[in-house]
């Protein structure tokens, strides 16, 4: 089996098991984009928690999340936790909304401009940038993970030290270039990750890429993706 087929056996199972996961679970292109920061080293319950604050207030668009603090945003988004570091990325961000003229402008960035501006906010990295690059504008960019490496390495896929980049490439280089795929192949990691793929230990009995009792389909394919990843 090459690469691609592994990759999107792997897709194929997670769906059958899962089902579609309707990422992202946000409403507007501007919450998607407030929520893939407050995102940043917390679970979603603590986000949405933040976003529903910010919604009860009105405060849930650029024009009014600009006229506040930061110290009187950082107590709206708390529960979000980093409060403070939080709300000092929100305003990095809301900073060069303004200088674009706005989320739909900045959004209509051709792709590559659009990650560029992203990566060139203070506390966004490539994996806030992505997540907003496909879930805001909705363009076939491959968001991994934590959760993305530790499966793929716990299968032999790649090895410890494949970094983001690299990672991202094993998937954007052999899977058509489709933003829904990547939505959902996307959210379908995270939840095999948090179900069964626990940091302490994974739960592979029942896990949807355990091969118990048939052919072991991702330990005997792992060499094709070692070799893509020098
Ligand atoms: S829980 Fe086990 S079978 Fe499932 S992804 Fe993790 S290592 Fe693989």
Known sequence: MRT?????????????HFGPQHWWPG???FEIMTGAILTQNTN?????????????????????LAAL??????????????????????????ALIAEQGGVETLLAQPTAMLRELLL???GIGPETADSIVLYAAGRPVFV??????RILFRHGLISEDCDYFQMQELFMDHLEEDAALFNEYH???????????????P??????????????????????????LI
């Open 120 to 122: 060139g906010v203070k």
């Open 203 to 228: 739960r592979c009995e029942g896990c949807p890429l355990s091969a118990a009792g048939e052919e072991d389909f991702l330990s005997q394919q792992a060499w094709h993706l070692q070799d893509d």
């Open 27 to 29: 409403g507007s292109p």
């Open 69 to 94: 603090s930061a110290g009187e945003l950082a107590e709206i988004i708390r529960p979000a936790g980093y409060h403070n570091l939080k709300a000092a990325r929100l305003k990095n961000l809301l």
């Open 4 to 16: 691609a087929a592994v990759l999107r056996d792997i897709y194929h199972r997670l769906l059958a």
């Open 44 to 64: 979603w319950s603590n986000v949405a928690k933040a976003i529903a604050n910010l919604k009860a207030a009105g405060l849930l668009a650029p024009a009014q």
């Open 187 to 201: 959210a379908l990691i995270v939840r095999v990750g948090k179900e069964f793929c626990k940091k302490s230990k």
């Open 144 to 149: 991994v993970d934590a959760y993305t490496h």
